[in-house]
């Protein structure tokens, strides 16, 4: 028997008065999948995502994240994702150290289990050295490794990383999907938003979204297919300019 969908979307909507930010879309994730959701700026990516997380009402349709609804059980919701931004993750002002158990507290870890998680993260990520340097001190490329590890450190059912990569260098890129992989090989789902195309690549399963709406859904490969081109950079473009 397969698993049941993890995320699962039936015409979910999201209008800001008489804009529609998010129109009707529908769509599964399965346990442990790489799912990229792109769009370009404006499409309704993180807009969704906030539905999805819990931190925004939908308008009309209808979801469930780690099988919970997303209209009646958002703080049930918020206790089984995990969720990283370029934008915020960590705490300048707290040590390597410190924020892992800053974040092992919010997620409601036992101090036990923050003792040991920390030691193994630390020596995980080769950042034994650095435990105790404040975050705004250590090189960018170490900080999203960091924050994406803390992302998962209460062992969620799914993780949402938003922009997980952005402003870092290529091998850094690299590093960080190998983390992505690990994750998803050990059954947590990684649902991912990127600009990057060569990263969509790496994802099992991509969306992609214009004006609001999923324009496309499928495996790499065979949106490269069925959009008769040799990139993922390619289809992005047909689709953005209404090409077909």
């Known amino acids: ?39 370009a700026n404006g499409a309704g990516k993180t807009t969704a995502i906030k539905m999805l997380c819990g931190l925004s009402n939908p308008t009309s349709g209808s979801a469930t994240v780690a099988g919970f609804d997303i209209f009646k059980q958002q703080e049930k919701i918020k206790k089984h994702i995990g969720y990283m931004s370029q934008r915020f993750s960590l705490y300048d002002d707290l040590t390597v150290r410190e924020n892992i158990r800053f974040y092992g507290g919010i997620y409601g870890l036992s101090r036990l289990k923050i003792i040991e998680k920390t030691e193994q993260l630390l020596k995980k990520l080769n950042m034994e050295e650095i435990s105790n340097k404040l975050i705004r001190d250590i090189p960018l490329g170490w900080k999203q490794k960091l924050a994406f590890s803390i992302a998962v450190l209460h062992e969620p059912e799914i993780v949402f990383l938003d922009e997980p990569t952005s402003g870092v260098d290529p091998v850094t890129r690299r590093q960080f999907w190998d983390l992505i992989y690990e994750t998803a090989a050990n059954g947590i789902t990684a649902f991912v938003t990127t600009h990057y ?11 992609i979204m214009v004006d609001g ?17 040799a990139s993922m950079d390619e289809v992005f473009v047909k689709l953005a300019r209404g090409g077909d």
């Open 1 to 39: 028997m397969p698993s049941p969908p993890v995320i699962q979307a039936e015409n979910l909507t999201k209008r800001f008065g008489n804009f529609t930010a998010v129109d009707a879309i529908s769509f599964e994730v399965g346990k442990g999948e790489i799912f990229g959701f792109l769009g």
């Open 197 to 207: 195309m060569d990263e969509a690549e790496y994802c099992d399963r991509i969306s």
């Open 213 to 229: 709406k999923i324009k496309a859904l499928n495996t790499p490969s065979l949106l490269k297919k069925s959009f008769d081109t």
